[in-house]
């Protein structure tokens, strides 16, 4: 379980350099987190005056939240397959400035994962921006290895968990559609007990 941090504060500080792009088009309005998980990322933006909505799927998770980043953030318990995502401007598309999906998108078959991708292209406004964080094929110390299940779709079974882990082919194949990528890294960071390789991409609506 990870504990509770300060707001403005992460063992994983990625989100430091994109502030000043994610206040800039957020503008007045809140950010919408997916998969938010215990508040960390909600918990930084937050302590750089922004306001967050998020939604997770993990009840204790949420309470988690809740508990970190007690205000200036909203949390929500769903399966943003599912469930409507908790726009702030009511139920209008193309409402959000920014949408942040850090290590949230990897976990659903291709068809689901791609419908995600739509679905949020959809509720930003034009000029909007993704921030997404996806698991990497050489993300070998959180189960990236042996020959994928599905072939050239890099689709896991991890600890009875589906992971998705991505080559730079399939980021660009995910986000070929509406998208202007503004940014793709393959980055190894310290998140966890051992290195984990991840793609950080930023995308804009276009």
């Not at 110390?141 to 399939?170: C, I, Q, T």
Request: negative net charge; hydrophobic residues 40%.
């Amino acid at each position: 379980m990870t504990s509770a941090a300060a707001p403005g504060t992460s063992t994983d500080p990625w989100l430091e350099r994109w502030l000043a792009l994610i206040t800039e088009r957020a503008g007045t309005d809140p950010v919408l987190e997916l998969g938010c998980g215990t508040g960390p990322d909600s918990a930084v933006l937050v302590g750089a005056g922004l306001r967050v909505v998020g939604i997770e799927l993990s009840s204790e998770s949420v309470a988690a939240a809740r508990a970190r980043v007690p205000h200036g953030a909203e949390f929500h318990c769903g399966d943003f397959r599912d469930a409507p995502f908790p726009l702030p401007a009511g139920d209008a598309e193309g409402s959000v400035g920014v949408v942040l999906a850090s290590l949230s998108l990897h976990y659903f078959v291709w068809d689901e994962t791609l419908a995600l991708a739509r679905r949020i292209h959809g509720v930003l406004r034009p000029g909007g921006v993704l921030l997404c964080r996806l698991n990497s094929v050489n993300d070998i110390h959180h189960g990236a290895s042996g020959p994928p299940p599905e072939g050239k779709d890099s689709f896991y079974l991890v600890d009875g968990v589906p992971k998705r882990f991505f080559d730079r082919a399939a980021v660009e194949r995910l986000f070929a559609d509406g998208w202007h990528m503004l940014h793709l890294e393959e980055l190894t960071v310290h998140r966890y007990e051992q290195p984990k390789v991840l793609w950080e991409a930023v995308l804009e609506r276009s």
